[in-house]
């Protein structure tokens, strides 16, 4: 069954740290995996998104994220945390094969303390 | 730009009554999606739609009902509101591009008592 896991419900990190949220799936043929954030009641935002090419992604506010084929993970990362990073992120991969629907991870709570 | 609208963002209902949650978007977008998100669950898929016409159940659609008559209105009905549907409702919307990203509302905070 495809799958995706969140294996920490909650990461804290100094700020001025680098940070990792970890993501790994279990899904047939090509992943195409995406990251949001979801900041206190708002709506998730994209933050990245990985197709094809080049296994460094990066997208909005300075994060990145790293996909490893070999160990089916899609973990998000940031050189330098920010206290304005404290979020909730969610991890998401596309449901083969009509690609129509979003197969989510429960969710990892990133707090920055300063 | 607005994006995704929902409206209402609260509601507090009795238990019994009906009610409509609003969603439209403004970016032509085909599919769209009503997710339900409860605390430590993450997002549950309730229904969506690949286009005016055409609606899909998704993962928990007991209790809801929904409908597509235009591209931009995507209307999620509960017919007889009931205390496990107090939750956080997020519509959301994509191209059909299986590569390009969800876009969400702030969503409708809904309470049942």
């Known amino acids: 069954a495809q799958s995706v896991a969140q294996p920490e419900d909650q990461v804290n990190v100094a700020e001025g740290n680098p940070l990792t949220v970890k993501c790994t799936y279990s899904?047939?043929?090509?992943?195409?995996l995406f990251w949001y954030v979801q900041y206190p009641n708002r709506g998730l935002q994209f933050l990245l998104k990985y197709i094809t090419g080049d296994n460094l992604v990066k997208g909005s506010y300075g994060f990145e994220a790293e996909f490893n084929k070999s160990q089916t993970s899609f973990h998000l990362k940031k050189p330098s945390a920010l206290v304005s990073d404290s979020a909730l992120y969610f991890c998401?991969?596309?449901?083969?094969?009509?690609?129509?629907?979003?197969?989510w991870g429960l969710g990892t709570s990133l707090a920055v303390n300063p | 730009n607005a994006g995704v609208t929902q409206t209402p963002k609260f509601r507090i209902l009795k238990i019994g009554q009906s009610m409509t949650l609003q969603c439209t978007q403004d970016?032509?977008?085909?599919?769209m999606y009503w997710y339900r998100q409860d605390p430590g669950m993450g997002l549950k898929l309730i229904y969506y739609s690949v286009g005016a016409g055409i609606t899909d159940k998704g993962e928990v659609p007991n209790g809801y009902n929904v409908s597509r008559s235009t591209t931009e209105d995507f209307p999620l009905r509960l017919e007889l509101a009931a205390p496990s549907q107090t939750s956080v409702y997020f519509c959301?919307?994509?191209?059909?591009?299986?590569?390009?990203?969800?876009?969400f509302g702030d969503g409708t905070r809904l309470s049942i008592l």
């Open positions: 970016m032509n977008h085909n599919y």
């Open positions: 998401a991969v596309r449901d083969p094969p009509g690609n129509r629907k979003l197969i």
């Open positions: 899904v047939s043929g090509n992943p195409y």
């Open positions: 959301a919307s994509s191209y059909v591009d299986r590569g390009q990203p969800q876009h």
